[in-house]
């Protein structure tokens, strides 16, 4: 009964779609456990790009049954207009599930998000304006409505009812210009969304188990990433969900002692979107040079992703709080060409050296990078595929994040497309450390 977490080990947009597909050919679930369509997962066959957002990233292959579990947030809109943007390039999306049990972004709730940041100004947290924070804020305020109410008019109206006029009454204070939100119009879309989604809403917490009990193997896809996670990130400048790998059992339906492996996904270098501290942060032509060549856009909101040095002190934290059983290393080609390249091993915060990601999102504000340096690397790398193919230097350096990490680095992806990718150690899959 393998069950298997992947998890971004940095900010978000560490390349979770891609090594998510890699591994899909060995297992037969793909589910995702938190987040929605703030998430933006990129997957790259032949010439061929797919942006899923909320539909998990094994959906390209035929063997795969891919379930969104109940900590996931829906906009019904986004999903049936992914399926529908899917089958119309001949992916089969039959086998797709979603739970009951997620919770529904309302249009009201992407004005909240929008309202709020607007609000906020320069002080925001610079959200993805998909309405997820006011849509898990519903959750655990039990007032939100989950997928299930899509397929019971008199819950739904109840509900609708009940919540409308209180969100207007909040955006209108707040002084939002949009025009107020009307029961009949929500209660008519939200029935149209169950209409269109009812074959696919579906228990999933049982048929992952039932699966596992079976002995399938399962991949559960995390979206945002370990310091974007509301407990364990610079908070406030988080998502209002739970990245980590716990956030597997809450969000997907399974218990602690059922997760056999936990993979972090990293790429060699960070970036970040929105607001928040960032010590490794290049705002010099290096920076610029690497968000040029790596195309560091956003895949949901297109904006320009920050840019920094890798940085070793938040991923000691990651691999900790996520038992990190082994890493997959991703965009190692983008550092092609740099003379130089550095890697952050600690901190000076009020003149002393800190090895450990702080607390606060404040300190982390102060905190000065304490930089190692390693010989950069001429040659392209997107050819390579066996650890031979890469240059003494490149491998030096994936040598040092494997050794600062204290797990292994198993693959190694240089370049978008699904085949260029290293294998180090061909059992990415292996259960993780006892
Ligand atoms: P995710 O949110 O973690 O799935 O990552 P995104 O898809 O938002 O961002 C990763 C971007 O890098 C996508 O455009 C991928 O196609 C691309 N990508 C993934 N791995 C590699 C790699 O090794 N090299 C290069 N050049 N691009 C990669
Ligand atoms: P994937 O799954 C990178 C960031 C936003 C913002 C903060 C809160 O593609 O890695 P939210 O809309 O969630 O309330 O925004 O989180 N953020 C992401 N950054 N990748 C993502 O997803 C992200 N999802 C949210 O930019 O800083
Ligand atoms: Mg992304």
């Known amino acids: 009964m393998p069950a298997t977490v992947i998890v971004g080990l940095q900010w978000g947009d560490e390349g979770k779609g891609k090594a998510t597909d890699f591994l899909s050919e060995q297992v037969r679930w793909v589910v995702r456990y938190q987040g929605g369509d703030n998430a933006g997962h990129t997957i790259v066959l032949g010439t061929e790009v797919f942006k899923l957002h909320l539909v998990p990233s094994g959906v390209l292959y035929p063997h795969i049954v891919p379930l969104i579990g109940p900590g996931v947030v829906v906009n019904p809109a986004t999903l049936i207009g992914e399926l529908d943007g899917l089958a119309a390039r001949g992916v089969d999306t039959s086998r ?17 998000d929008r309202a709020s940041e607007a609000r906020l100004g320069r002080a925001g947290i610079g959200t993805t304006h998909r309405g997820i924070g006011p849509a898990y804020a519903d959750r655990a305020s039990r007032v939100g409505l989950r997928m299930e109410d899509l397929l019971d008019e008199t819950a739904l109206r109840r509900k609708l009812e009940r919540l409308v006029p209180d969100k207007n009454a909040w955006l209108a204070q707040i002084g939002d210009e949009g025009r107020p939100f009307a029961v009949e119009a929500l209660v008519e879309s939200a029935l149209s969304w169950g209409v269109r989604l009812r074959e696919q809403i579906a228990d ?25 996670d509301l407990d364990h990130g610079s908070y406030p400048f988080v998502t209002s969900s739970s990245p980590v790998a716990g956030g597997a059992c809450t969000g997907g339906g399974i218990g602690p002692l059922q997760v056999t492996a936990v993979i972090g996904i990293m790429k060699a270098y960070t970036t970040r979107v929105g607001a928040g501290p960032y010590p490794t942060e290049l705002l010099d032509e290096i920076g610029e040079g690497i968000a040029m060549r790596g195309h560091e856009f956003g895949t949901t909101t297109g904006r320009r992703r920050r840019v920094g040095w890798f940085d070793a002190v938040p991923l000691r934290y990651a ?4 038992s990190v059983s082994s890493i997959i290393l991703n965009k190692l080609d983008i550092l092609s060409g740099i003379d130089e390249i550095r890697l952050c091993v600690a901190y000076e915060i009020n003149g002393r050296r800190v090895e450990r990601w702080p607390a606060s999102a404040e300190e982390v504000a102060r905190a000065k990078p304490i930089y190692e340096t390693f010989p950069g690397w001429p040659e392209e790398l997107h050819a390579a595929r066996t650890p031979d193919d890469l240059p003494p230097n490149a491998r030096a350096y994936v040598g040092a994040l494997a050794a600062l990490a204290g797990v292994p680095i198993t693959l190694v992806s240089v370049g978008p497309e699904r085949t260029q990718t290293v294998i180090l150690d061909d059992r990415p899959l292996a259960a993780g450390r006892g």
């Open 96 to 112: 797709v599930r979603v739970s009951h049990a997620c919770h529904v972004i309302m249009p009201y709730h992407v004005a909240e």
């Open 204 to 228: 999933t917490t049982t048929l992952i188990q039932d699966a596992l009990r079976a002995g399938d193997h399962a991949l559960f896809e995390g979206a945002q990433g370990t310091l974007l």
């Open 319 to 322: 691999v900790d709080v996520n």
